[in-house]
């Protein structure tokens, strides 16, 4: 065990600090961090289907679910690509429209409006609420209380990164190499903000839903170029759930391209794969959520 010697900053020797307290103490935080994570999702095992909004919600957030919105009223003849970016709508909602898509065809009968934006209007936002609340109550998605937990659980990780900004400030003026604790330092800031900022809104449940879902709708991968004809409406709104734009580009490539689809929501296309839409991330498609 390393002495004390004169001049040591707070009488403890820097190898010591270092790679006796410091670091160790990172490793059993960023352990304890994961683990709180863990017991915070629900393990409850959900049974049952989901709409296909609710899937879209799941992989790519309230951007994905008005995507699949506007295929599923796209393949009704209920909006139109108005060019510049933009869609309308035309005539009435089918019949058998949900309260999202009668908010979302109403705002578009109001105006050609940019898809990408559509989340955010009040009267969109209301209904997109019902969707993540559902998967909320199901175990599927994390709520607010659980986001909260999980950033307040990141708080001694924060801590220890500034202890170790006190103690670089103290060994400097103490005229003390602190070069191994500036790296040290910067690596568990980094762990703390990432673990803060970036992290999946849905659970371990949600994810074996989705993968699921993947598997019973595999023909739907627009890489296996699907026959829409033959599949119908509501299979083309199951596509673009599960595999965002590319999806609505095999089904209807004219309204895609002219909409801009792959430009404004871009963001929610890259995170379908694993469903692991951040909580923090933002896009013009709202996949913040």
């Given amino acids: 065990m390393a002495l004390s010697a004169a001049g040591d900053t707070w009488g403890i020797p820097g190898p010591l600090f270092i790679w006796g307290m410091y670091v160790p103490a990172a490793l059993v935080l960023v352990g304890l961090v994961l683990l709180l994570r863990r017991a915070l999702a629900p393990g409850r095992r959900f049974a049952g289907d989901l709409h296909p909004y609710e899937l879209a919600y799941l992989d790519g957030g309230p951007g994905r679910t008005v995507l699949a919105v506007l295929t599923a009223l796209r393949a009704e003849g209920a909006v139109e690509a108005a060019g510049g970016g933009k869609v309308r709508a035309v005539g009435e909602p089918p019949a058998n429209a949900t309260p999202l898509d009668r908010a979302v065809h109403g705002r578009l009968r109001d105006g050609a409006e940019s898809p990408g934006d559509l989340s955010w209007w009040p009267s969109v936002r209301a209904e997109l609420e019902p969707v993540r609340r559902s998967l909320v109550d199901r175990g599927l998605l994390l709520g607010p209380a659980a986001r909260?937990?999980?950033?307040?659980?990141?708080?001694?990780?924060?801590?220890?990164?500034?202890?170790?900004?006190?103690?670089?400030?103290?060994?400097?003026?103490?005229?003390?190499?602190?070069?191994?604790?500036?790296?040290?330092?910067?690596?568990?800031?980094?762990?703390?903000?990432?673990?803060?900022?970036?992290?999946?809104?849905?659970?371990?449940?949600?994810?074996?839903?989705?993968?699921?879902?993947?598997?019973?709708?595999?023909?739907?991968?627009?890489v296996h170029s699907p026959a829409w004809t033959t599949y119908g409406a509501s299979a083309a709104a199951f596509g673009v759930a599960l595999y965002g734009v590319p999806a609505l580009a095999s089904f209807d490539p004219d309204f895609s391209a002219e909409a801009e689809m792959h430009r404004q929501f871009a963001a929610t296309t890259a995170s379908s794969s694993s469903g692991s839409w951040s909580s923090s991330g933002s896009s013009s498609s709202g996949c913040g959520g």
């Fill in 148 to 222: 909260r937990a999980r950033r307040l659980a990141v708080l001694p990780l924060v801590a220890l990164a500034a202890l170790g900004v006190v103690r670089i400030v103290a060994g400097a003026a103490n005229g003390r190499p602190v070069a191994f604790l500036v790296l040290a330092t910067i690596a568990v800031a980094v762990v703390a903000l990432v673990l803060t900022f970036h992290w999946s809104a849905v659970t371990p449940e949600g994810k074996r839903e989705l993968r699921r879902a993947r598997t019973a709708m595999r023909h739907l991968d627009p």
